[in-house]
């Protein structure tokens, strides 16, 4: 896009020369010969940069320095005189110039500062675009879905984003804990500071204490320099502890007192740094049952566990699958819209499966029908997976008494056994959610559990 300029000065040599300076650099220059024909052609066109004498009858270069500043604030202005003071200087820096030039000057100095303003002003459009593509990318468009489960989300979300509170997200492994954790931060206060994210199970126990506050050099062999921590380079944001109930006992006590007393020390340290952080943590593993067992402290559970988000899984919403499909396609194809490139057949066969990785696994698929199937997803580009799977729910009509009885207890016991192993298997483990997943209540799947001999506790 051509770079304009408007040169403003009532010398007509001065005007001419400042534009013919501006032409051979291979900007667009306009001339004015007043303030007031400057903000008339301000009114009706769009200037990268304003070069402007200070005094000039009528009304002085500082006035119209702030109308360009109401008018377009984004425009960047150098101002130059032959009767520079200091005063002068600080006043039109504080009213937004970017420069003050004293006549006569160089003129490569001039090309200098011109070059220099216009990079400046060229990184902060491109800063505030990059806000906005973050803003609105985190603003719910990460996280697809219209159904209820998702909607009540997305409610949630609105209403603790504006807070300080501490945020504690759960969720099975795919389900978008990161993705709830950003539209949480970029719809808050601290949107336009840093978010900090770190996955606590990818971490040695012997480096997440450094990873999270920092050393100082010499607190251990290979520290060779100070090195700040996750919660520094977060200091006024947001900070994401992923899969926190990974975080060894030992340091949940330091955990604990950051957050209580809101400053920390590095390891090695002996200074205390001050830990101003909006704290979101997540897990895929129920935190309450580590408390029971003892591997996660009880107080800390407390402190992280505010305001509580609880992210469904795909089988809980499965009438989001299409239009996240669609999303998927439009992201791996460039296409406009996704919905003519799913056969019926296809469709009804990812409608049926449970998806035990979420949307994160869903995500994959797609892009691998992409890869595989000409960009359209077909039954010959799904896994055996999905094209095998069978829905576990017999017909009544599969049954059939033998001819010398049966025991009907014990037939029942094994199909109730062979769902809560089949429950367990697509939970991960996670008895809350096989719970749900099989219409129970915790206190009951516990029950059935221990009656065949199948709970940990």
Same mark, same amino acid.
């Given at each position: 896009? !051509?770079? +304009? &300029?408007? $040169?403003?000065?009532?010398?007509?040599?001065?005007?001419?020369?400042?534009?013919? %300076?501006?032409? @051979? #650099?291979?900007?667009?220059?306009?001339?004015?010969?007043?303030?007031?024909?400057?903000?008339?052609?301000?009114?009706?066109?769009?200037?990268?940069?304003?070069?402007?004498?200070?005094?000039?009858?009528?009304?002085?270069?500082?006035?119209?320095?702030?109308?360009?500043?109401?008018?377009?604030?984004?425009?960047?202005?150098?101002?130059?005189?032959?009767?520079?003071?200091?005063?002068?200087?600080?006043?039109?820096?504080?009213?937004?110039?970017?420069?003050?030039?004293?006549?006569?000057?160089?003129?490569? !100095?001039? +090309? &200098?500062? $011109?070059?220099?303003?216009?990079?400046?002003?060229?990184?902060?459009?491109?800063? %505030?675009?990059? @806000? #906005?593509?973050?803003?609105?990318?985190?603003?719910?468009?990460?996280?697809?879905?219209?159904?209820?489960?998702?909607?009540?989300?997305?409610?949630?979300?609105?209403?603790?984003?504006?807070?300080?509170?501490?945020?504690?997200?759960?969720?099975?492994?795919?389900?978008?804990?990161?993705?709830?954790?950003?539209?949480?931060?970029?719809?808050?206060?601290?949107?336009?500071?840093?978010?900090?994210?770190?996955?606590?199970?990818?971490?040695?126990?012997?480096?997440?204490?450094?990873?999270?506050?920092?050393?100082?050099?010499?607190?251990?062999?290979?520290?060779?320099?100070?090195?700040?921590?996750?919660?520094?380079?977060?200091?006024?944001?947001?900070?994401?502890?992923?899969?926190?109930?990974?975080?060894?006992?030992?340091?949940?006590?330091?955990?604990?007192?950051?957050?209580?007393?809101?400053?920390?020390?590095?390891?090695?340290?002996?200074?205390?740094?001050?830990?101003?952080?909006?704290?979101?943590?997540?897990?895929?593993?129920?935190?309450?049952?580590?408390?029971?067992?003892?591997?996660?402290?009880?107080?800390?559970?407390?402190?992280?566990?505010?305001?509580?988000?609880?992210?469904?899984?795909?089988?809980?919403?499965?009438?989001?699958?299409?239009?996240?499909?669609?999303?998927?396609?439009?992201?791996?194809?460039?296409?406009?819209?996704?919905?003519?490139?799913?056969?019926?057949?296809?469709?009804?066969?990812?409608?049926?499966?449970?998806?035990?990785?979420?949307?994160?696994?869903?995500?994959?698929?797609?892009?691998?029908?992409?890869?595989?199937?000409?960009?359209?997803?077909?039954?010959?580009?799904?896994?055996?997976?999905?094209?095998?799977?069978?829905?576990?729910?017999?017909?009544?009509?599969?049954?059939?008494?033998?001819?010398?009885?049966?025991?009907?207890?014990?037939?029942?016991?094994?199909?109730?056994?062979?769902?809560?192993?089949?429950?367990?298997?697509?939970?991960?483990?996670?008895?809350?959610?096989?719970?749900?997943?099989?219409?129970?209540?915790?206190?009951?799947?516990?029950?059935?559990?221990?009656?065949?001999?199948?709970?940990?506790?």
């Amino acid at each position: 896009m !051509e770079t +304009r &300029i408007l $040169v403003v000065d009532d010398e007509i040599s001065m005007r001419e020369f400042l534009g013919v %300076l501006m032409e @051979r #650099e291979g900007y667009r220059v306009d001339l004015a010969d007043s303030a007031e024909s400057a903000v008339s052609m301000l009114q009706s066109a769009n200037y990268d940069l304003v070069i402007s004498d200070v005094k000039m009858p009528g009304m002085d270069g500082l006035a119209l320095l702030a109308h360009v500043k109401n008018l377009a604030p984004d425009t960047a202005v150098i101002m130059v005189t032959a009767f520079s003071t200091a005063e002068h200087a600080v006043e039109a820096m504080k009213l937004g110039a970017y420069d003050y030039i004293a006549k006569p000057f160089n003129v490569e !100095e001039i +090309r &200098i500062i $011109v070059k220099n303003a216009l990079d400046r002003r060229t990184l902060a459009k491109e800063n %505030l675009r990059l @806000r #906005e593509e973050v803003r609105e990318r985190y603003d719910f468009s990460g996280l697809i879905g219209k159904s209820k489960k998702m909607r009540d989300v997305y409610t949630l979300i609105e209403k603790v984003a504006g807070s300080l509170a501490n945020v504690l997200i759960f969720g099975e492994s795919g389900t978008g804990k990161e993705l709830a954790a950003k539209a949480i931060h970029y719809n808050s206060t601290r949107k336009d500071r840093t978010f900090v994210a770190v996955n606590c199970g990818a971490i040695p126990d012997t480096l997440i204490e450094s990873e999270l506050f920092g050393h100082q050099k010499g607190a251990f062999t290979g520290a060779v320099s100070d090195r700040p921590g996750l919660f520094e380079q977060a200091e006024g944001g947001t900070l994401f502890l992923d899969e926190i109930g990974e975080v060894p006992l030992q340091l949940q006590a330091k955990l604990l007192r950051v957050i209580q007393e809101r400053e920390f020390r590095r390891v090695g340290g002996a200074e205390s740094f001050k830990a101003d952080v909006r704290l979101v943590a997540a897990s895929n593993r129920e935190l309450e049952d580590q408390v029971r067992e003892g591997t996660f402290r009880e107080d800390l559970f407390y402190r992280i566990n505010v305001v509580q988000v609880r992210m469904p899984s795909l089988r809980e919403r499965q009438e989001d699958i299409p239009i996240l499909i669609e999303h998927f396609l439009n992201k791996f194809t460039g296409s406009v819209s996704g919905k003519e490139m799913i056969t019926p057949a296809a469709l009804k066969l990812l409608m049926a499966y449970p998806f035990p990785g979420n949307v994160r696994e869903l995500e994959n698929l797609v892009e691998r029908c992409v890869v595989l199937g000409d960009r359209v997803i077909d039954r010959e580009c799904l896994p055996p997976q999905v094209v095998n799977f069978q829905n576990p729910s017999p017909a009544c009509g599969d049954y059939a008494i033998p001819a010398e009885g049966m025991n009907l207890e014990a037939y029942l016991d094994g199909i109730e056994k062979r769902l809560l192993l089949q429950a367990l298997e697509r939970c991960g483990g996670v008895k809350k959610r096989a719970a749900e997943l099989l219409g129970l209540s915790f206190r009951s799947i516990r029950y059935r559990l221990a009656k065949f001999g199948m709970d940990e506790e």
